[in-house]
């Protein structure tokens, strides 16, 4: 994803966000006035403003470069070779709005809300250069490495090492997440902003 992408994506999210929020921030200041005082009332997100937001799909929060080295044999009639190649990926972390659920957006009252997150998670498992293959050590036979069965392999265990290893990246995803949500809000006056995860009780 180039930074400009990321950018413009981050805009739109940025948009969307602050038009629900004057929206429902609108509809809570018609309060019930009764026998001289007024009633506080919760309002919750509508369903269409939720749609306009899950329809901004995924949101980066992180991007980790990767390099994985990973081995293969070249089993010959009378000998075998071990070759070691290298592949660069890179991983994206953040969250799908499309799979945030009803109600993650509370409004409670004038300065109060709060907000449940979908998981943080590896976006896009696209993420390997399978072109940028480089022999790190042994034998530099790419013909022999680009053959399918050989390729796929190797590109097979590259990613599952990335993905075991970008694992550790996902608390400071989360913490960016937070932190983004947080300062949309704030933005708006709200003083007291909830933040969770879905997964919260999963850890």
């Not at 300062?183 to 933040?195: L, P, T």
Request: proline share 3%; with cysteine.
């Amino acid at each position: 994803m180039k930074t400009y992408g990321k950018i413009k994506l981050a805009a739109v999210v940025a948009v969307c966000l602050i038009v629900v929020v004057a929206v429902l921030y609108m509809c809570h200041a018609a309060k019930s006035v009764t026998a001289g005082h007024q009633t506080e009332v919760v309002v919750t997100p509508t369903p269409v403003n939720l749609d306009s937001i899950r329809a901004i799909g995924q949101w980066s929060f992180l991007t980790v470069e990767m390099d994985e080295v990973v081995d293969t044999v070249d089993r010959g009639l009378f000998s075998s070779d071990r070759i070691s190649v290298a592949y660069h990926g890179t991983l994206h972390y953040g969250i799908d709005v499309a799979e945030a659920r009803p109600g993650w957006v509370i409004i409670a009252g004038d300065t109060a809300v709060s907000v449940v997150l979908p998981p943080v998670k590896l976006l896009d498992d696209r993420f390997l250069d399978e072109r940028n293959v480089k022999v790190y050590e042994g034998r530099d036979d790419m013909d022999f490495i680009n053959k399918p069965t050989v390729r796929a392999a190797l590109v097979r265990k590259a990613k599952a090492a990335m993905i075991r290893r970008g694992r550790e990246n996902i608390p400071e995803a989360r913490g960016k997440a937070e932190a983004e949500v947080r300062r949309i809000f704030s933005q708006h006056g709200y003083k007291k902003i909830v933040v969770r995860f879905e997964d919260d009780n999963k850890k």
